[in-house]
């Protein structure tokens, strides 16, 4: 007989997870018993806040979601710091814990590691926080959380199992079929309005963020038809190579991109916030958007943060960014502003080099205190 813990195991397994973060527990026995059989590779730290972290950075660097072992109350209580670096940035993690049998929900009797409701504690830092009243629900669940990262902007779920349906039989359940969902498609008259924008800009722009990164390859070929330079914020590093001529790195806060920015006619904005952690990262206020901006994100609601846009599509950023390469290759080549492209881009750069140019050590001493130049190159990392 296979419980419901060995069994979700098993449909792990067959959504292609093979690593899992975690510290056994006496809570979590039926699930490390599943993993005994398993392909599945478990990896122990010292703290569940680094399970969290280590699964948000398997994540980031792998592409699929991070997948996490956790105990009742305390366990919960330290991923949680993890879960909401994961939520703010978008990243997908699987958290499976246990909780209280479900005659003691809530019960406040003093149960071992009880909280008066877990499910509430993390609801805050995740897509959807749900607790598993039934074995037989257990397919449904892990659809519906794997619909958020195929489908959605993908963040941490939270699924809570309680003891007593840990060790359900669930035999019936397997061999289990995975349910994946894709993401929406670009719309093709969203896409030809942006395209039509993006050909007749004469100072075209790109800001792309960390939900653009599936995207590298169509973005800079966009940005190279366009002769649009590329800004990125932190998460976004990576998405279109150092060296790019085109690239003017995540310095969206310094004056010298501010007045980049400024001269654009259009900007594009695609997998960013548009949020103070990128783009006012020194909290002097000052950046602005004057021309126009077209807007992709995966959640609706995000196109119309911070700043609102003239155009948004709502798709996945490499959908849209091959979409709208291939139509803006059907447009009319416009006549771009002769000094605009790499051109700009490159003496950017070198006006940013010139400002930043510190004397060496060997020249004078450190300053007792930074300028305020010094203390923006300083939070900028550059």
């Known amino acids: 007989m296979a419980t419901c813990g060995e069994v979700l195991v098993k449909l792990l397994e067959g959504y292609g997870v093979d690593h899992v973060f975690g510290i056994p527990g006496v809570h979590t026995v039926e699930l490390y018993r599943g993993l005994a059989g398993s392909t599945i590779r478990h990896i122990t730290p010292r703290h569940e806040q680094g399970a969290g972290f280590m699964a948000d950075g398997y994540a980031r660097t792998r592409g699929v979601p991070g997948v996490c072992f956790i105990i009742t109350g305390p366990g919960m209580t330290n991923i949680t710091t993890a879960m909401g670096q994961a939520y703010a940035d978008s990243i997908p993690m699987l958290v499976i814990s246990s909780v209280q049998s479900r005659n003691a929900l809530g019960g406040g009797r003093g149960k071992l590691h009880e909280l008066p409701d877990q499910r509430g504690l993390v609801a805050g830092v995740s897509a959807f926080s749900q607790t598993l009243m039934s074995a037989d629900d257990l397919p449904q669940v892990l659809a519906r959380a794997f619909a958020v990262f195929d489908g959605a902007r993908p963040r941490p779920v939270h699924i809570e199992i309680p003891l007593d349906v840990l060790v359900e039989p669930a035999d019936h359940l397997l061999p289990g079929r995975p349910i994946r969902v894709s993401r929406a498609a670009a719309a093709p008259t969203t896409v030809a309005q942006m395209a039509t924008r993006l050909a007749q800009a004469q100072r075209p722009l790109i800001l792309a963020g960390g939900g653009a990164l599936a995207a590298g390859a169509a973005l800079a070929a966009l940005a190279e038809h366009l002769q649009a330079p590329v800004a990125l914020t932190i ?129 004078t001493r450190l300053p007792k205190k930074f300028s305020p130049a010094q203390s923006e190159l300083c939070l900028l990392g550059e």
């Open 235 to 363: 998460n976004a590093k990576g998405l279109v190579p150092a060296d790019h001529p085109l690239q003017i790195g995540s310095t969206q806060s310094l004056p010298v991109t501010r007045e980049l920015i400024g001269e654009a006619d259009v900007v594009l904005a695609i997998g960013t916030e548009l949020a103070e952690t990128d783009y006012d990262v020194t909290f002097q206020g000052g950046f602005k958007i004057p021309g126009s901006l077209l807007r992709i994100d995966i959640d609706p609601d995000q196109t119309v943060r911070n700043y609102l846009p003239e155009l948004a599509l709502v798709a996945d950023a490499e959908q849209a960014a091959q979409a709208l390469l291939a139509a803006v290759q059907l447009q009319p080549a416009a006549q771009r502003q002769a000094s605009w492209g790499t051109a700009r881009a490159a003496r950017l750069r070198q006006g940013r080099a010139a400002r930043w140019e510190l004397p060496s050590l060997a020249q």
